[in-house]
């Protein structure tokens, strides 16, 4: 007689379990189909949760992601006058070079805040309350802005918009190299990240590689300055928000991020393990699976007094699909005779339409 198979339990790949859980990511590009199974499954676990989780077991070197924060942190302390010259065009919605959303000067003194230009993003107008703006810059590239890469995106009527080149300081000769080595490895990740999914969803574990080999996605360094001055309660460093793709893969260096918990409608702290990284779901998933996975409103909290005197420094990986990528109700995420809950959108169409308010 032959042996039962039991099959893979999403607990075979959870480290520490919770709202939040920690998630051994080894077996994604294990040989054994029961340890990619086991992945997929504790995924869509999370997601249909919280829409976060951390993962450690990843295979990224560590000395990537210390090298391009350290090249970053290099051109963040120049003095404004010196950043002023990549700041990022207005009205540009690929956002390349730097955005800054606080007062000039070292560190941030909440006493003399200018809110001209400042922006309410019009998805979270529950948010837009009289407040003063995130304290935060951001510094932004993308795959598309490197030589002859736009070429073979598919853009059409939208390549002289999406190929404009990155903006590269040259007060800071080897960042170029130090993120371009880390985002390789990103999108190896994404990728890996985007094949559990399909899995978890019951698809082929390729079902996603033709629609995101050509993809859109921005590598962003959030800097958070010192801070100074009582700060208020609907001040942050940055506000609840989801994000709009497919998966963001987030480096912190601190603590300091947290998620809605959505049972009870408090704020909760993501576990934050030195060497891992957080990684949750866009707005996009939503369209894709008919509200199986439903992005998660998340922010960044001024720290106590103690540690406000600290920068902070994180790394998200904003994964977007090809351009002409439609994104459409998943086969596997509705029964027959059910209705999409969203329309059918191109995934270019779709994150233009979310990041041109902060273009603005």
């Given at each position: 007689m032959s042996e039962a198979v039991t099959a893979p339990s999403a607990t075979d790949a959870v480290v520490v379990p919770g709202y939040v859980p920690?998630?051994?990511?080894?077996?994604?590009?294990?040989?054994?189909?029961?340890?990619?199974?086991?992945?997929?499954?504790?995924?869509?676990?999370?997601?249909?949760?919280s829409g976060f989780f951390t993962v450690v077991g990843h295979g990224i070197d560590p000395t990537l992601m210390e090298t391009a924060i350290d090249e970053v942190r290099t051109?963040?302390?120049?003095?404004?006058?010196a950043?002023?010259?990549?700041?990022?065009?207005?009205?540009?919605?690929?956002?390349?070079?730097?955005?800054?959303?606080?007062?000039?000067?070292?560190?941030?003194?909440?006493?003399?805040?200018?809110?001209?230009?400042?922006?309410?993003?019009?998805?979270?107008q529950e948010y837009a309350r009289a407040r003063r703006p995130d304290i935060c810059e951001l510094f932004t590239m993308n795959r598309l802005g490197e030589p002859g890469v736009a070429e073979g995106a598919g853009l059409g009527e939208h390549f002289?918009?999406?190929?404009?080149?990155?903006?590269?300081?040259?007060?800071?000769?080897t960042m170029r190299p130090a993120w371009l080595a880390l985002y390789t490895e990103l999108?190896?990740?994404?990728?890996?990240?985007?094949?559990?999914?399909?899995?978890?969803?019951?698809?082929?574990?390729?079902?996603?590689?033709?629609?995101?080999?050509?993809?859109?996605?921005?590598?962003?360094?959030?800097?958070?300055?010192?801070?100074?001055?009582?700060?208020?309660?609907?001040?942050?460093?940055k506000m609840p928000h989801t994000d709009s793709g497919t998966v963001t893969i987030l480096y912190q260096d601190v603590r300091g991020l947290q998620v809605i918990d959505?049972?009870?409608?408090?704020?909760?702290?993501?576990?934050?393990?030195?060497?891992?990284?957080?990684?949750?779901?866009?707005?996009?998933?939503?369209?894709?699976?008919?509200?199986?996975?439903?992005?998660?409103?998340?922010?960044?909290?001024?720290?106590?007094?103690?540690?406000?005197?600290?920068?902070?420094?994180?790394?998200?990986?904003?994964?977007?699909p090809n351009w002409n990528a439609l994104i459409e109700c998943l086969p596997t995420c509705r029964v027959d005779g059910e209705a999409p809950k969203h329309a059918p959108v191109l995934s270019g169409e779709y994150l233009e339409y979310k990041v041109m308010p902060l273009a603005a």
């Open positions: 920690v998630i051994d990511f080894s077996g994604a590009t294990s040989s054994d189909p029961a340890r990619r199974a086991a992945v997929g499954a504790a995924l869509d676990e999370a997601c249909r949760t051109f963040f302390e120049l003095p404004m006058a950043k002023e010259r990549y700041l990022a065009a207005k009205g540009d919605p690929t956002l390349r070079g730097l955005r800054v959303w606080h007062n000039q000067g070292a560190g941030y003194d909440l006493d003399t805040i200018n809110l001209e230009g400042f922006v309410e993003d019009p998805d979270s002289d918009v999406w190929s404009k080149p990155n903006v590269w300081p040259t007060e800071v000769e999108e190896r990740f994404a990728q890996t990240t985007m094949r559990m999914f399909a899995l978890g969803l019951g698809l082929a574990e390729t079902h996603f590689d033709g629609i995101i080999d050509e993809h859109l996605t921005n590598l962003c360094a959030n800097y958070y300055p010192a801070v100074h001055g009582e700060v208020g309660p609907e001040q942050f460093r959505r049972r009870c409608g408090e704020w909760v702290d993501v576990p934050y393990v030195p060497g891992s990284y957080v990684v949750n779901i866009g707005d996009l998933m939503a369209l894709w699976t008919n509200d199986r996975w439903v992005s998660t409103m998340h922010r960044v909290l001024v720290p106590p007094p103690a540690d406000r005197s600290v920068p902070r420094i994180s790394m998200p990986f904003f994964h977007q």
